[in-house]
Each structure stands twice: as structure tokens, then as C-alpha cells.
């Protein structure tokens, strides 16, 4: 009969976790120590349910309690530790496009530290990092479905890293990020409680972190939403197809699979994730100063959507799916920042027609000969 190849339960072989390790990281390094799968690790300890999402061990899924205690006994770590690694709520599905920072890799390969999996990384709202101020760069994750554990993947991850980093830049070819300010981490930081309400309330004019949580979570639902009938049209994909935004836009409609499912969870790339926080940031930042005829206009102006855009734009599905959000938004949210929502089924505005749209952008957007006569027109 032969030797259980390792035993988790002596721990010969100390892993200790990073503090903001993802939990399916840890087991994948500890896993790999022992020259054994991941799954022969949660086998053992007694982890072995059905809906276990054990296909890509990096997406340990959110675990029963017993499952928790089991860990810590096993692993001789405390169960609010190991609660506080599992995934949230926001986590991407198995087949999505992850997403990582270059620079926190390679900041922990340089220092000889063990390279590890945020545990932040996973959550479908996470687009930058808000240490190095940086988009995260995509990730395949095939790159773990094809590991049994964390050995091999390290050196997939490092090359990724020192690719994004050394890539020089370029001119010829016009990426999303060149469109999108970093502004949109701002969003990610109300999702991630790294917050307080003085930035909900100074950015967004929103009293509470929660309150701000909530309709970031909603606006996100309407921009992307999208009909069986026409799964490739969402108010998000007509705006960026508007806006000429080198983003694909059949990537973004997503059809829920539930009334209240984080669409965002369901968009796979992660360029599309982006563009999506960061247009939701952008029209919340607008929202809230949508009587500052000084606000600055972006290189996608998000007022302009606001005030002629995005009423023409919206699918009857998506206005069908915001008059019912927005039941539970702040009253007074509402009157300052969107008050054409108090009267939302009456409101002349939705009635206009889509051939306005592109007489909205010519008058928004002036060609550069015409530029004095258009400023003078708008005294």
C-alpha cells in the first residue's frame, strides 16, 4: 500500500499565506510544495463538493462554514483568516479573462518573495491597482485550468509581467486604456470598501459608501443589459460604437442569467470590464455636477451622454430595468443629480428619436474650423 504522498496535517512544509492572498492561490502554493494537485489537497482535508469549482483551483469558490473550520484545523489557521481569503460575491466565473498587476509580480519576484494571487484580482470590478495606480493586465485562465497547482504557473505570470512591462510604446496602434482615465479607479475603490463616504459624497454626491455601492451596482446592470432578442445591442456597445472606442463591442451586452445577477460578472474580457467601470464612473462623477456647465469634457464627454445620448440610446429592457432601480435610490440623490428620473415615464426626452444622436455630436463636438463660431453660439 502506498505512503499518502503528503500530510497536510504535521505540516512539514510551512506556506504562509500573503495577507491578501486569494485562498485558491495559497492552496494551489501549498499544493505545490507537496509535488500534488490542488484537488488531492482539498480531497483530503474533506473538501470535495459537488459545485466545487475545482476545474480552476485559483476560483475557490465562497465555502460552507465546515468547509472553513476543516481548513483551519488542517491548516492550523485561524477560520476569520481564511474567511477573509475566499472569493466575494464579485468573483469571475471559470471561463472569464483574469486580470493582474505586472508590477505587483514583478515587485515580488525581485524581492525574493513568493509570487502569489490577489485575492481583489478575482472580483470582476477590480480593472486597476490601486498601489502602483496602473490597469492590470489580461490573463488566461487556461493558464491555471492546465496546472494542477501553482507550480509552472508562476513562470506563465512572470513572462506575462515582464512583457506588459518592457512593451514599448506605441503610436500606430490606439488602445482602450489611451481613452480611459484612471479616474474609473475611484469606482473600484467604492466596491472594494477602501472608501470612505467624504469620497462617495465628493465624487459621486452620494451620501454613503453603501448608497454609492448600490447605484454603481445598478447603472452597471443598465449599461450592459441586453435582450435574447438582440444579444449584441446594450446601451454600453451603441455608446462605444458611437464614440468610435477601439473596444469590441459584441464583448459587452450580457443577457442575465438572473433578475438581480452582477451583469459585470458575466462580461468575460477584461477589456470590457474596464470600459464598463469606466464609463459607470464617469457617468456618476457627471451626474453628480450635471448643473456645472464648466465641467471639463473628457475625450468621451460623459455629460453629453447624459443630457443626449443615453435616452435615445437606452433598450426598453434597460429603461424597464432602471425605473425599477431606482425605487431605491436616495430621494435626494435623485432630485440633484438625476432629475429627469423623477417623472421618468413622462419625461419628453425619451421619446426622441436616434437620428438626433449624431446633431447631439456634431454640435457637441464641432469640426476645428467651425470652433469660434460654435463658442460664440453658446453665449
Known amino acids: 500500500m502506498s505512503a499518502d504522498p503528503f500530510s497536510p496535517s504535521s505540516l512539514p512544509i510551512v506556506v504562509h499565506p500573503a495577507q491578501d492572498e486569494g485562498l485558491g492561490s495559497w492552496i494551489g502554493r501549498i499544493a505545490a510544495c507537496y509535488s500534488v494537485p490542488a484537488r488531492t489537497i482539498l480531497t483530503h482535508i474533506g473538501i470535495q463538493r ?12 465562497r465555502l460552507h462554514t465546515h468547509d472553513i473550520l476543516n481548513l483551519a484545523i488542517t491548516l492550523k489557521r485561524s477560520t476569520r483568516a ?6 466575494s460575491p464579485l468573483c469571475l466565473p471559470d471561463q472569464a479573462e483574469l486580470g493582474m498587476c505586472a508590477q505587483c509580480m514583478l515587485e515580488s519576484f525581485r524581492s525574493g518573495r513568493p509570487m502569489y494571487w490577489r485575492r481583489r484580482w478575482l472580483d470582476a470590478v477590480t480593472i486597476g491597482c490601486l498601489k502602483h495606480v496602473s490597469w492590470l493586465i489580461p490573463v488566461d485562465a487556461k493558464i491555471f485550468q492546465k496546472s494542477v497547482n501553482w507550480h509552472g504557473v508562476e513562470q506563465h505570470l512572470l513572462a506575462l509581467a515582464e512583457g506588459a512591462h518592457n512593451r514599448p510604446p506605441t503610436r500606430t496602434a490606439l488602445c482602450l486604456a489611451d481613452c480611459i482615465n484612471m479616474s474609473a479607479l475611484h469606482l473600484q475603490s467604492i466596491f ?5 463616504d467624504q469620497t462617495a459624497s465628493i465624487r459621486y454626491g452620494i451620501a454613503s459608501v453603501e448608497d454609492a455601492r448600490r447605484i454603481a451596482h445598478d447603472l452597471l ?19 462605444a460604437t458611437l464614440q468610435k472606442m477601439p473596444i469590441a463591442s459584441h464583448t459587452i451586452p450580457v443577457i442575465p442569467r438572473q433578475a438581480r445577477a452582477m451583469r459585470i460578472r458575466q462580461v468575460k474580457t477584461l477589456e470590457a470590464r474596464v470600459f464598463a467601470i469606466a464609463v459607470a464612473d464617469a457617468l456618476m462623477f457627471a451626474s453628480a455636477r450635471i448643473n456645472d456647465l464648466q465641467l471639463k ?6 455629460r453629453s451622454m447624459r443630457t443626449h445620448w443615453m435616452w435615445p440610446l437606452i433598450p426598453a429592457a434597460s429603461l424597464d430595468l432602471l425605473t425599477e432601480r431606482i425605487r431605491y435610490w436616495p430621494i435626494d440623490y435623485i432630485k440633484r443629480c438625476w432629475p429627469e428620473l423623477e417623472n421618468i415615464n413622462r419625461e419628453p426626452m425619451l421619446q426622441r428619436k436616434k437620428i438626433l444622436i449624431m446633431l447631439c455630436a456634431n454640435q457637441d463636438n464641432p469640426p476645428p474650423l467651425h470652433l469660434s463660431l460654435a463658442n460664440i453660439r453658446t453665449y
Open 50 to 61: 459537488a459545485d466545487l469549482r475545482i476545474g480552476n483551483w485559483l476560483l475557490l469558490g
Open 82 to 87: 481564511l474567511a477573509n481569503m475566499v472569493t
Open 192 to 196: 472594494a470598501s477602501n472608501s470612505d
Open 221 to 239: 446592470d443598465v449599461l450592459l443589459a441586453a435582450e435574447a432578442s438582440r444579444p449584441d445591442y446594450s446601451l454600453l456597445s451603441e455608446f
Open 297 to 302: 469634457p473628457t475625450s468621451w464627454d460623459a
